[in-house]
């Protein structure tokens, strides 16, 4: 039994760890990024995608659609459906790399190794029978696991959380671990969080273009969902879940049948990390009161307990984000669609607004079933490089108030030797070190609020990712690092905290 805590300190990677690691990747083995059922139905809905002209900048900063003049809210429908998985999980480009074809999904994700799947819980929509569908990225068409209404199963789940309770469609987010864990093994867990909030953040920043409400369920309980999705959690488990749209109350929960759909093996064999498995396990919650108790504890909770800072002493650097007409209208699909992972940066000074404005947009905070106080899980620091008018440094970025707070002296050197001695890091204008005290949240909020703040982090990350690449001339990257070594760096403010994720970011090299 292992407990976030635990976890969290095992699977650090340390420079003594990374030295005297001796695991090395099986080619033969490495599992297929996406899974097959053997015998399953599926349906096309067609190719045709909405196209979406509201700004990616606009899109991610606001968790809710605005309020709308016309009486009737956009409905949802099969192409809606497409569209949000398309763009939060979809191909979106083939690149030829050594006389190979490779594919690249819109969400970023470690390794390339694509684990994590949407599926979709669905009511009445137009064009599609209520039903539970898996999104399969291969063939960009669905997988019908079952027909019939199955809502009110997740309504029951999270406790009848009003925006489960209501949304036409609900998407469940699960990780198939083995394929993420061919690479990065008893870090998969990790991962899962990562790299479905990165997907989550693209789903979030679709719906809101699409004129929809969407937010973040952490909490729910497993076995109805697992049951419900006729996965095995240690193989394949739910991780979180996306109510879009509203008006449309579920149905009382119907039994749910038990299935099991055969797969085609994803590789030869599969490797089992029975630690990712424990680590998912002990997070879990029972039933909807289980869940109630737990989301009950946020409301307890005062803005410091979970080990966040506010402004010290450090001197102040105001930052001045543009104002919406005068931002980049680059449009999200078409911010998404040109996301990659940049691995050159031009050691240019990039303008100060830029690094305003993505922050600012960026890091607004998600929206979550568990209240404003998730807001105040993590903290956000920033070692700066080279920006117009900010003197390279170690800072926190304060959200509420727009402003660097300086903390000390960083370099280039050091940035890339804490991105486990990745230089290119270093290299790039800004890094963003997503930080959460790990201790103070599981003491608070158990096991569960562990997954949460990793998942923050990825959210995080993928909203990063959108905001750097709606400006034409920036690219930017998620990177991993020498845990301790970042909190030591930016200690002693960050002393209590430990990184959740990185972005780094800067000019493209023309
Ligand atoms: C959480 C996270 C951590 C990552 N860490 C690294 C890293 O340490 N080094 C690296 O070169 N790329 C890293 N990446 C980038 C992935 O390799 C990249 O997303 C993947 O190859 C897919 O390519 P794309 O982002 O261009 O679509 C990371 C990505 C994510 C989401």
Redesign the pocket.
């Known amino acids: 039994m292992v407990t976030a805590c635990k976890y969290h300190e095992q699977t650090k990677h340390t420079p003594e760890r990374v030295r005297t690691n001796t695991f090395s990747l099986d080619f033969e083995n490495k599992p297929r990024p996406y899974k097959i059922y053997e015998d399953i139905s599926q349906i096309s809905l067609g190719e045709s995608l909405q196209s979406l002209d509201k700004p990616a900048l606009a899109a991610i900063a606001t968790s809710s659609p605005e309020p709308r003049l016309d009486a009737d809210p956009p409905s949802l429908d099969a192409q809606s459906l497409q569209t949000l998985c398309h763009y939060a999980t979809g191909v979106t480009k083939t690149l030829k790399r050594r006389g190979r074809k490779m594919r690249?999904?819109a969400a970023?994700?470690?390794?390339?190794l694509y684990h994590v799947d949407l599926y979709a819980v669905i009511g009445a929509v137009d064009g599609l029978d209520p039903g539970v569908y898996h999104f399969d990225p291969d063939t960009e068409s669905f997988d019908v696991l079952r027909v019939g209404d199955y809502r009110g199963v997740l309504a029951q789940a999270t406790d009848d959380f009003s925006a489960v309770a209501n949304a036409p469609m609900t998407f469940v987010a699960t990780s198939q671990w083995w394929r993420n864990a061919w690479k990065y093994r008893n870090r998969t867990y990790r991962?899962a969080f990562?790299?479905s909030g990165?997907i989550l953040a693209t789903l979030l920043a679709v719906a809101s273009a699409l004129g929809h409400e969407s937010s973040v369920v952490a909490g729910f309980a497993d076995e109805p969902v697992v049951r419900l999705l006729g996965i095995d959690p240690e193989e394949e488990a739910p991780l979180e879940l996306v109510p879009v749209g509203s008006g449309s109350p579920a149905p009382d929960a119907q039994d749910i049948e038990q299935i099991d759909p055969d797969e085609v093996p994803l590789s030869d064999h599969v490797v089992a990390y029975p630690l990712v498995f424990d680590a998912w396990r002990q997070s879990t919650l029972g039933d909807n009161e289980a869940v109630r108790a737990w989301r009950q504890q946020f409301t307890e909770v005062d803005d410091h307990a979970f080990g966040t800072h506010d402004r010290g002493d450090g001197r102040l650097v105001t930052l001045d984000p543009v104002d919406t007409s005068t931002a980049s209208s680059r449009p999200v699909t078409t911010t998404i669609e040109r996301?990659?992972?940049l691995?050159e940066y031009s050691h240019d000074a990039i303008s100060d607004r830029k690094v305003a404005t993505i922050l600012d947009r960026a890091l607004r905070g998600v929206p979550t079933d568990c209240g404003e106080a998730a807001s105040h899980l993590v903290d956000y620091y920033c070692l700066v490089h080279a920006v117009e008018g900010i003197p390279s440094g170690a800072y926190q970025y304060h959200p509420e108030a727009t402003v660097l707070e300086r903390l000390g002296e960083t370099s280039r050197q050091t940035a890339g030797h804490l991105?486990?001695d990745?230089s290119v890091v270093g290299e790039a204008a800004v890094n963003v070190y997503i930080m959460a005290d790990v201790d103070s949240i599981v003491e608070q909020v158990g096991n569960r609020g562990y997954r949460l703040a990793q998942l923050l982090g990825?959210i995080s990350?993928g909203r990063l990712y959108l905001a750097t690449y709606a400006h034409r001339t920036l690219g930017g990257?998620?990177?991993?690092f020498y845990d301790d070594l970042v909190s030591e760096h930016l200690s002693p403010r960050a002393a209590n905290q430990t990184p959740m994720?990185l972005f780094a970011f800067g000019k493209r090299v023309e």
Request: with cysteine.
């Open positions: 690249f999904r970023a994700c470690t390794g390339k991962h990562w790299d990165t996301r990659g992972s691995r991105a486990l990745q990825g990350l990257r998620g990177f991993t994720t």
